[in-house]
């Protein structure tokens, strides 16, 4: 599938700090940049080679790459729904080659 850059409005909704719902994995994205990669950060989850942020069939997203010592090359690909303020999508841990479903809640 074609990979476009989303508008810039839709992609900020991804700023923020998320939890994951399954336990206590936090991401940080500080700002989402539609001529580039998105940027994002986080401290809580080690560190991250590549992250961008898209639109994938008319869904904007977030594709994050780990690249802390326990985690090399685990991704997350996650999706923003508007309904319930939530990031929506899978994680690829690498390692084991299995991916999982994960949300992810906006942190007050």
């Known amino acids: 599938?074609?990979?476009t850059s989303a508008p810039n409005s839709e992609l900020q909704k991804f700023v923020g700090r998320w939890q994951r719902d399954d336990g206590g994995y936090v991401i940080t994205i500080r700002s989402v940049n539609p001529e580039r990669v998105g940027k994002a950060g986080s401290d809580e989850l080690g560190s991250m080679s590549r992250e961008d942020a898209s639109q994938l069939s008319g869904l904007s997203n977030v594709f994050i790459e780990l690249s802390d010592e326990n985690y090399p090359g685990s991704t997350y690909r996650l999706y923003y729904h508007s309904s319930s303020d939530e990031l929506v999508g899978t994680y690829f841990q690498a390692a084991r080659?299995?991916?999982y479903p994960v949300t992810f809640q906006r942190m007050k």
Do not use: G, P, T
């Open 97 to 99: 080659q299995q991916r």
């Open 1 to 3: 599938m074609l990979e």
